[in-house]
């Protein structure tokens, strides 16, 4: 079963621990989940137009709510967790074959790095320096970091060298996933199986 917001929250993947006083407001929210459905549609900065088509908030709340991006990205890192990332299904245990565990990593990164690109990407442009967006980042990514030491923990234990180690956490991140997809133009497959050999080699290599 997908694990639950409050589980991912438990696992570093969690809204930023803001005051309730900067946690978005309803308009805010809804401001949020649009943003993320442009993004997702484009690669280009929405207008405050098409904001106001997509969330159907009158366009002098949109520009008021743009003036603080730091608890718009909050609404977008929230939204991110509730649509994308509580979805996330519990990985093979530490028991199966490595040939199991392995394809469902790779399986299940393809889909969320496919899912969260676009905002990812275009919410990085509009939104660079933003405190809150670097921590959901951070805590995504010590997520990600710890589901791989979990998953091959096994393998793990035996591998000393420290630039393997930082070959493996590079191999299935993020940013190998968006220089395969987009600066050498790969297919979503040819994305998968090349991080899957990559993650394969380094992992069984004596």
Do not use: K, Y
């Not at 969330?55 to 929230?78: K, W, Y």
């Amino acid at each position: 079963m997908p694990v639950d917001v409050a589980d991912v929250d438990r696992q570093t993947v969690e809204t930023p621990a803001f005051d309730a006083s900067a946690a978005p407001s309803d308009d805010r929210a809804v401001l949020a989940a649009a943003l993320v459905e442009l993004f997702a549609e484009s690669d280009t900065q929405p207008t405050p137009q098409d904001m106001v088509e997509r969330s159907g908030l009158p366009l002098p709340t949109v520009l008021h709510l743009l003036e603080d991006l730091e608890t718009l990205a909050v609404g977008i890192f929230r939204t991110q967790i509730e649509r994308v990332w509580s979805q996330l299904e519990p990985l093979p245990g530490r028991d199966a074959p490595l040939p199991a565990r392995l394809h469902a990593l790779v399986e299940q990164r393809t889909r969320l790095f496919e899912q969260v690109a676009p905002t990812r990407r275009v919410a990085s442009q509009i939104m660079t320096g933003s405190p809150a967006l670097q921590r959901g980042l951070a805590r995504s990514e010590a997520f990600l970091r710890r589901q791989v030491t979990e998953v091959f923990e096994v393998e793990l234990a035996t591998v000393n060298d420290p630039d393997r180690i930082a070959a493996i956490d590079f191999a299935t991140s993020w940013e190998a996933w968006e220089a395969l997809r987009r600066d050498s133009r790969h297919s979503v497959g040819a994305a998968s199986r090349i991080m899957c050999v990559t993650l394969e080699t380094l992992l069984t290599a004596p």
